[in-house]
């Protein structure tokens, strides 16, 4: 993560979370977590959530999932604030650690995780290699990676118009291609580096979302946004479905192991 990762006001964060849910900034919620971590160990482990976001799925992890205490980092002072608020009122405080944190070493003694926990992280990052190395360092042996990610599917049009609608907005993303994710987890690495495609439903997640835009939230987003935002936020909600619709991005939830020593 840099200082060029974006940032979040407390009216996006509001606008997400009618959106997405309480604690969440992006698609799924506590179900998308909980089939992140099937067939993984995390009751009474030690995890790191990296780009926690509004703490939702550090909650989840904790309260759903059993892990006995999560250290969750973000680069968003506004986005730590609100994550503080929802783990106070979880009183998981105790059990969860929030940081903010600017990016680059992780600010951790190595192999001290069990699990790190990523979704749509590392399209953020120009630098993969250097960010999943890191991981790879602070995960003790025998540890997983796990997540959600954004892949580049095609060069088509669906794609550059999304890819350009984002830049238009001043939005810094560093989309790759599923293989070359998976090729830059084993050089840093990790094995057993797994893929699990999740277009179909994130695309239906998508449209979901862009019907309840259009439909039962409309008015209380445009009393929140106005006129003008409201019409960039939906261009952004369909911008997003559209390219998934036409081929231009995937998503996938993935894992890999630090390899026994």
Not at 27 to 43: F, L
Not at 45 to 53: E, H, P, T
Request: net charge negative.
């Amino acid at each position: 993560m840099s200082s060029l990762v974006n940032r979040y006001d407390p009216r996006n964060i509001e606008t997400m979370e009618l959106v997405y849910g309480k604690g969440y900034m992006s698609t799924g919620g506590d179900a998308e977590v909980a089939r992140i971590v099937t067939g993984i160990k995390i009751r009474n482990q030690q995890l790191l959530d990296i780009g926690c976001g509004l703490g939702g799925a550090a909650i989840s992890l904790v309260k759903d999932h059993h892990a006995r205490q999560v250290d969750a980092l973000d680069i968003d002072n506004n986005v730590i604030s609100r994550a503080g608020e929802l783990v106070k009122a979880a009183d998981m405080d105790h059990r969860i650690t929030l940081t903010r944190f600017d990016g680059g070493t992780l600010p951790y003694h190595s192999d001290q995780f069990d699990v790190v926990y990523l979704t749509a992280t590392s399209c953020h990052l120009e630098d993969l290699y250097g960010f999943v190395s890191e991981i790879h360092r602070v995960l003790r042996c025998g540890g997983w990676l796990v997540g959600g990610e954004w892949f580049k599917a095609a060069d088509n049009s669906a794609y550059r118009d999304w890819d350009s609608l984002l830049k238009e907005r001043g939005l810094n993303f560093y989309f790759v291609c599923q293989s070359r994710f998976e090729t830059t987890l084993s050089k840093s690495g990790f094995g057993s580096v797994s893929v699990v495609d999740r277009t179909q439903a994130t695309t239906d997640l998508a449209r979901g979302y862009l019907d309840r835009v259009n439909t039962e939230l409309k008015v209380t987003l445009q009393e929140k946004l106005g006129h003008k935002d409201l019409d960039n936020f939906l261009s952004w909600t369909r911008g997003r479905y559209e390219c998934f619709a036409h081929g231009g991005m995937a998503y996938g939830h993935f894992r890999a192991c630090k390899a026994e020593t």
